[in-house]
Nanobody
Framework: VQLQASGGGSVQAGGSLRFSCAASGRTFSSYHMYWFRQAPGREREFVVVIDRSGSTTHYVDSVKGRFTISRDNAKNAVYLQMNSLKPEDTAVYSC?????????????????WGKGTQVTVSS
């Protein structure tokens, strides 16, 4: 599976951005899909996950109520809508996929990664 992310960019605090992550292959619906982020000088952080069917999602507390993940298995794509952005959301965001087993938030357990994309939120 190859993951190609698009979106991101720069925005003022309170603004919105949307990410898309498109996957190659015919097994996209077999993967839990994740977004992680890494701010300068900090470890990679779990942001959100959506399960294979799209029926279950889990967010890190700091983005609950502001970020929304969704997926379209027919289009092999996952989306991340980010609203009410804050300067502390500034980071490189990456989508990732995990096929086997339960949802785990450990980035070392991912099977595939997309290229990271910078999000910069100015105050």
């Amino acid at each position: 599976v190859q993951l190609q992310a698009s979106g991101g960019g720069s925005v003022q605090a309170g603004g919105s951005l949307r990410f898309s992550c498109a996957a190659s292959g015919r097994t996209f619906s077999s993967y839990h899909m994740y977004w992680f982020r890494q701010a300068p000088g900090r470890e990679r952080e779990f942001v959100v996950v959506i399960d294979r069917s799209g029926s279950t999602t889990h967010y890190v507390d700091s983005v609950k109520g502001r970020f929304t993940i969704s997926r379209d298995n027919a289009k092999n794509a996952v989306y991340l809508q980010m609203n009410s952005l804050k300067p502390e959301d500034t980071a490189v965001y990456s989508c990732a996929a995990r096929r086997w087993g339960p949802i785990i938030e450990d980035p070392t357990s991912m099977d595939y990664w997309g290229k990271g994309t910078q999000v910069t939120v100015s105050s």
